[in-house]
């Protein structure tokens, strides 16, 4: 940790401990905590970083930082910890709901990168390329519904993916017909989507991660 960022964890710490910003309350913006302490921006941010990874305070896109409810030191469950399982049940609880934002809100700039991705799946031709390509249409359509907070939990979706359980268990699962069924799987969304079809696009989202996780975890 440089300095710079031990001075700023240093501070938050001790005015945590001390109660100055109690359970629940709004920390200072990043600005804010820069000016006050002399120090970069970088080394608040980096310092926000490091105790939302432990749990001592949340961070909520468009609100600001919070000290945690709970008032855990505790690391907070990261990637590593969360199963291929947990994956696949908060995907398929929150993958076909974003259908309606996207069919709503996407632009033609979105449906672009959205068949850029396919291209690039449908070309890879080893597991890692496949793999990059798809995890890239699925937060590309995330990002397409331009709702900030479901982008930034989608990516820790797309965050958890990158960890190696999942990796491993998705190349053990994956074959040249699988490959080429979730190729077709991510046509038909796309096509939904760019036509709008919000019904049709959450039943073809729906359809594919069932398929995905009977391939990977069985039943």
Known sequence: MSKPAARVHAFLEEAIAAGTYGRGAKLPTER????????????????????????????????????????????????????????????????????????????????????????????????????????????????ATHNRLLIEIYRAVTDARDRTEWGDLKRRSINAERRDAYRADHRVIVAALRARDAAQAERAIEDHLKSVRSNLLGG
């Open 32 to 143: 804010a905590l820069s000016e006050h302490l002399g120090v970069p921006r970088s080394a608040v941010r980096d310092t926000l970083s490091v105790l939302e990874a432990r749990g001592q305070v949340t961070r909520i896109v468009g609100s600001g930082t919070y000290v945690a409810e709970n008032g855990s030191g505790e690391e907070a469950p990261n990637g590593r910890e969360v199963s291929p399982a947990e994956i696949m049940a908060t995907r398929l609880v929150l993958e076909p709901r974003l259908a309606l934002l996207i069919v709503t809100n996407a632009t033609a700039s979105d449906f672009e990168r959205m068949d850029a991705c396919n291209r690039k799946a449908e070309a890879a031709d080893d597991f890692e390329e496949f793999e990059r390509w798809d995890a890239a249409l699925h937060q590309t359509m995330a990002e």
